[in-house]
């Protein structure tokens, strides 16, 4: 059983744990929040208990195997760089780092301390189902791909706070937190393009700014050798629009590209092929599961080929991310280092 501690008392981390409860191969341990009060009224339910406000002390004097970061964007650098540093799993909400300065740091250090581990839980692409799309697009760039689109919009209650003027605005919209669509559900957006097409040519984003200076919603352009993917994510609206990729007269369609329920593929005839496979009730648990394999098991050489291919990923993703933000002139206080 892997003892988990966490920093970050949201709703993402309550999915989560759910999620790690589900595997069996998770025990909450201890919990990190900028107060005790919250930390116990967050980890006492879960069985938590340690409790801390001092993150160095989090660190050196918890009982923890793994850390699962889920904080706001700008300190997950920081945090990591802690958890490294005191050899643990980590597990840290996407996206893992604000720029490539960043994540090249942290690829430094974790090359000192061979013991730790570091995941970026970019949660669909660990599912069963996502795996046979893209072994399925796959088979489609090699007849005649043109690309697709991607849409993850979900309008964020938080909004409202921006649009009435209270503030202080929450972290996800502001710069100094390094929030924003692109950085919040943009990058499942990003993440679908690099796993299903690869790292692409040139980008361009054209953001619809906040109030705060984030961008809002926006749509991005991936070039490619044959053909573009458009991607098209916000906070501020709701979209019901499928992901799909385009072959010649075939066709897939996600449902979704980071909660994916199902996926079907047209055929040149229009006739529709569901791709099938087992769907978790919760959309982290599979992540969570491989992970736990990492982490059980982390000289073994399988483990080490599917570690080093989901870091190549993360850093990727990173790389695509900034240079999204560079098009758009979207700075954030962290990109005065990558300078």
């Given amino acids: 059983m892997l003892k988990l501690g966490i ?8 999915q989560m744990l759910d999620a790690a409860k589900t595997t069996g191969k998770y025990q909450l341990t201890a919990v990190y929040s900028r107060t005790l009060d919250r930390a116990k009224e967050f ?18 004097a918890g009982d923890f195997d793994v850390v699962y970061v889920a904080s706001p964007n ?9 958890a490294i540093e005191n050899d643990k799993f980590i597990i840290v909400e996407k996206p893992a780092f604000v720029n490539p300065a960043e ?29 046979r799309a893209v072994a399925k697009v796959a088979e489609m760039k090699e007849h005649h791909c043109q690309g697709g689109t991607i849409t993850v919009m979900k309008y964020s209650s938080r909004y409202d706070k921006v649009l009435a003027g209270d503030q202080p605005y929450p972290n996800i919209f502001t710069l100094d937190f390094a929030g ?6 943009g990058v499942y957006a990003v993440y679908g393009a690099v796993t299903l097409f690869g790292e692409p040519s040139t980008v361009v984003y054209y953001p619809t700014l906040a ?18 993917v458009t991607l098209n994510f916000g906070k501020t609206a709701n979209s019901y629009l499928p992901s799909e990729v385009y072959g010649l007269k075939d066709t ?19 006739q529709a092929h569901p791709l099938e496979a087992p769907v978790a009730k919760n959309s982290m648990t599979d992540e969570m599961n491989d992970f736990a394999d990492l982490f059980n098991h982390p000289d073994d050489p399988a483990q080490v080929k599917k570690y080093q291919h989901w870091l190549g990923l993360a850093r990727t993703v990173n790389s695509v991310m900034y240079s999204l933000r560079q098009s758009a002139d979207l700075t954030f206080p962290a990109d005065n280092d990558q300078e």
Avoid: C, W
């Fill in 7 to 14: 920093i970050g008392t949201h709703i993402i981390t309550d």
């Fill in 43 to 60: 980890g006492e339910p879960y069985g938590a208990t340690e409790f801390y406000d001092n993150l160095e002390k989090f660190f050196s």
């Fill in 74 to 82: 700008s300190l997950h650098y920081q945090q990591v760089r802690l």
């Fill in 103 to 131: 994540f090249s740091a942290i690829e430094s250090l974790l090359a000192a301390h061979p013991k730790a581990r570091l995941v970026e839980a970019a949660r669909h692409i660990h599912t069963p189902l996502y795996e």
């Fill in 180 to 185: 924003g669509a692109l950085m919040d559900l």
């Fill in 211 to 228: 109030k705060t200076g984030v961008d809002a919603k926006g749509v991005a352009i991936l070039n490619y050798d044959h053909f573009t």
């Fill in 252 to 270: 897939l369609v996600f449902d979704s590209i980071f909660e994916t329920q199902k996926v079907t593929y047209y055929d040149a005839d229009k």
